[in-house]
C-alpha cells in the first residue's frame, strides 16, 4: 500500500500514474500524525514545499522502518545580497519580518507593504502577529475559491488578494511587485519550476527587501528531484 501526501500538481500527476498501474494507493493533503498511517508499504511525499512536518514525518518513517520517498525540487542558487534575508522555518521566518517590518515602519512612518508569495500556508501565523498593525498584506494565491475565502476570513482585503496560477515570468512579478508598491517580498524557495529565481530578480532589480524561507532538509528517505525519477523507483520496486 502507498500513502501519497499532498494536494501539488506532482501530486494529482503521480495519483493518476498509480492509477494506470493499478497500484492501491491512499491519497492524503497532509501527514497529521502517525495515527493515519496503518502500517504502509511506502510512504510518498509530495505536499507542499514548505510544510514543516516532513521532518517528523521523516523521523517517524525511519523509527517504524517504513520507506520515505520525498519529492523536491532542486535549491535555487541565491545571489550574494543584502537585501535579501534567508530563514530556515517559519518561525525564523516571523521572527525575521518583526525585526524588517518594525524597522521600516519607523523609518517609512507609514505601513509596510509585505507581497506574500506563500500562498495561504501559514497564512494565520502573519495576519495574527505582533507585526501585522503596521503590515499591509498583499497576498498572491492559486485561484480557488476556497484559499480566496481564506484570505478574506482572515481579514486580508479583498484588493490585496491575487488570485492567479504561476509560475510567472520576470516581468510580471516586476509589474505586479510595482504596482502593489510592495516594500518586502517573502517567498520560498521552490526551485526554478517554482519561479523562485524570477521573484528574487524582480525584487532586487526594484530594490526590495526578500525574506526567502529555504527548504527543510529530511533526516530519512529517499529525496528525488523530478517526477520520471520518483515513478521510475515506483515501477521498480512496487511493481517488480
Known sequence: MIILLGETPAAREISEHLQNRGINF???????????LTLPSVIVDISH???????SLSQ???QSGVPYLRLERPETNIPDSPLISQACNWEEALLCLNERISTLYQKKERQVKVFITT?????ESIVHSPFAGMARFIVRVLPEGCLV???????????????????FSKDINKALFKFYGADIVLTKDSGLAGGTDTKISS???LGLEILLIR??????????NNI??????IDENILK
Not at 532538509?217 to 528525488?224: C, D, E, F, P, R
Open 60 to 62: 517517524f518513517c525511519k
Open 215 to 224: 527548504k527543510n532538509k529530511a533526516g530519512y528517505g529517499l529525496i528525488m
Open 203 to 205: 525584487a532586487l532589480e
Open 228 to 233: 520520471d525519477e520518483l515513478i521510475t523507483w
Open 26 to 36: 491512499i491519497k492524503k493533503s497532509a501527514w497529521i500524525g502517525k495515527d493515519n
Open 119 to 123: 500562498g495561504s500556508h501559514q497564512l
Open 149 to 167: 475565502q481564506k484570505c478574506q476570513d482572515l481579514g486580508i482585503h479583498p484588493r490585496d488578494i491575487l488570485a492567479m496560477q504561476g509560475p
Open 49 to 55: 514545499p514548505s510544510s514543516d512536518k516532513f521532518v
